[in-house]
């Protein structure tokens, strides 16, 4: 999958989709903004649904993160993500 410049990426071209449960959700994107405090459960990555990467994007990943944007890295692309509470916006591919 090829990706679009980095300014596509953070302007959504292809839309949002806003996750408010703790139900995983399974969708490609490439950036998703914390609404409110929120606690992440699990990340997946590249469409492997073996991996959690939350580590990587979350220094303390037993407490709530506050607002704001996260990206993935490079070429990878996010492909789920679980929440235990909180609300994000997922920036579709």
Same mark, same amino acid.
């Given at each position: 999958?090829?990706?679009?410049?980095?300014?596509? *990426?953070?302007?959504?071209? $292809? !839309?949002?989709?806003?996750? $408010? $449960? /703790?139900?995983?959700?399974?969708? %490609?994107?490439?950036?998703? %903004?914390? =609404?409110?405090? @929120?606690?992440? +459960? *699990? #990340?997946? #990555?590249? !469409? %492997?649904?073996?991996?959690?990467? &939350?580590?990587?994007? #979350?220094?303390?990943? !037993?407490? +709530? #993160? &506050?607002? !704001?944007?996260? /990206? +993935?890295?490079?070429? %990878?692309?996010? @492909?789920?993500? /679980? =929440?235990? $509470?909180? @609300?994000? *916006?997922? =920036?579709? =591919?």
């Amino acid at each position: 999958m090829e990706k679009p410049p980095y300014i596509a *990426r953070v302007c959504a071209p $292809n !839309g949002t989709f806003d996750v $408010n $449960n /703790t139900v995983e959700k399974v969708i %490609d994107f490439y950036a998703f %903004d914390v =609404l409110e405090s @929120s606690q992440i +459960a *699990r #990340i997946e #990555i590249n !469409g %492997d649904a073996t991996t959690d990467v &939350k580590e990587q994007y #979350i220094s303390a990943v !037993g407490t +709530a #993160i &506050k607002p !704001g944007l996260v /990206t +993935a890295k490079g070429a %990878d692309y996010f @492909s789920a993500i /679980t =929440l235990t $509470n909180g @609300s994000v *916006r997922l =920036l579709l =591919l």
